[in-house]
């Protein structure tokens, strides 16, 4: 049995009442004046043009391709190692995914792999901000200009991490958040699209209103709405936008939590990574992490399953992550065999480990020692 989740929200009684408000208040609980408040907060917090709350992550991806107008033809091209939403994205406006390799340790999309991807094609080049820490986006960006092809940066799990200064989902022309309940601020289920693009922005308006022009009208700028474009049913619950809202009030002690027990493993597991037996992530000075996920990398696969193995039976809720889509069931059928090496030999070495603010000193040192213990004995 797990006795040490993975993973675990931090709800309280504040998001209770929050919701109860939405509730007991008997207006319209659709998207309504609950998320027109936390958009706002999240302009302010993260300091972007456009916030547009959405059913998921993986909806404000699907709003990305189509406010970019990607459709049949087109490439993306995104790191295999990656979340099925990714690719779904781009497959549901019949375009064709392109898989390129990531960085050693980081699991981020590499530069120059992407470079050697880029084709006529290409519409669009999609940074996964994988475990919270920032892709290399200078590299990208420069990249992005040169070949006049646009970001979209999928900042699921990157809520408030940075690259320099900047907050990661706002450095493309289009940014996506996740609050699945996994995630470092979570409602159940939601999302946000993010731009500071003013056109990009209409159009996503629009297409989060089952392509109509609902919210010009309720702004008073149309005297009645209409279907103006393809579009589809992506706006939030105002209730679990009151979730949300409490979320984001709590987030920087979220995050100091999470950077507690994060560099806690981070020094206890030094010795094994300097004795050669497991890879750390790297820590660059440009990227600040949100610290959503602690990966580590054993030697080989079969110490991976060994050490997972050992956890679980501890009842710790280690775990591997993706299987990358280029050689999954589906994945493995769009296109030719793709070579990535990096990112067939990390991904099968990788462990998470259990990390959530409310993780107890007690069972973080469990998982610690039990971990430490595995890896002395099997890698
Ligand atoms: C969680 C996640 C998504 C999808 O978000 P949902 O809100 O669950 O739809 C997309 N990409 C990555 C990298 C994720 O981790």
């Known amino acids: 049995m797990i006795e040490i989740p993975l993973q675990q929200p931090c709800y309280d009684e504040a998001e209770i009442a929050s919701a109860a408000r939405v509730i007991r208040a008997q207006g319209g609980i659709g998207g309504g004046r609950v998320c027109a408040e936390v958009e706002a907060e999240f302009r302010c917090a993260l300091q972007v043009g456009h916030v547009f709350l959405t059913t998921s992550g993986s909806h404000a991806l699907e709003i990305s391709m189509m406010a970019l107008e990607i459709g049949a033809g087109d490439e993306v091209i995104l790191p295999s190692f990656t979340f099925s939403s990714c690719a779904n994205a781009i497959v549901l406006r019949g375009a064709t995914p392109v898989f390129a390799d990531v960085q050693p340790r980081l699991m981020t999309l590499d530069p120059l792999d992407v470079a050697r991807k880029v084709t006529a094609r290409t519409r669009a080049i999609m940074p996964v901000h994988y475990s919270g820490i920032a892709c290399d986006m200078e590299a990208l960006q420069k990249l992005s200009e040169d070949s006049g092809v646009p970001l979209i940066e999928d900042a699921a799990q990157a809520v408030f991490a940075r690259y320099r200064e900047r907050f990661l ?9 996740s609050f ?13 699209l993010l731009t500071n693009d003013d056109t990009l922005a209409a159009k996503a308006e ?25 579009g589809s049913s992506y706006v939030l619950s105002d209730v679990l936008a009151a979730i949300l809202q409490q979320q984001l009030a709590k987030q920087s002690w979220i995050k100091s939590k999470r950077a507690e027990h994060w560099l806690f493993y981070r020094h206890r597991f030094d010795e094994l990574e300097k004795a050669g037996l497991i890879e750390l992530p790297e820590t660059l000075p440009e990227v600040t992490p949100n ?18 193995s050992r956890l679980r039976s501890a009842g710790i809720g280690a775990t591997f992550h993706y299987i990358p889509l280029h050689s999954s069931p589906f994945g493995s059928t769009l296109g030719a065999p793709q070579e990535l090496p990096v990112t067939d030999d990390y991904a099968a070495r990788l462990i998470r480990l259990p990390l959530y603010p409310t993780l107890s000193d007690a069972d973080r040192a469990r998982v610690a020692d039990a971990f430490v213990a595995a890896v002395t004995e099997y890698a």
């Not at 609902?214 to 149309?222: D, E, I, K, N």
């Open 180 to 192: 699945h309940h996994t995630k470092n601020l979570g409602c159940g289920e939601g999302g946000a």
């Open 169 to 177: 989902g706002t450095i493309g022309q289009l940014g996506c958040l």
């Open 206 to 230: 629009i297409i989060r209103e089952k392509g109509t022009n609902r919210s010009a009208f309720l702004r008073g700028q149309v005297d009645k709405y209409t279907w103006v474009r393809v």
């Open 291 to 308: 610290y959503h996920l602690f990966v580590v990398f054993t030697k080989n696969a079969t110490a991976r399953d060994l050490v997972i």
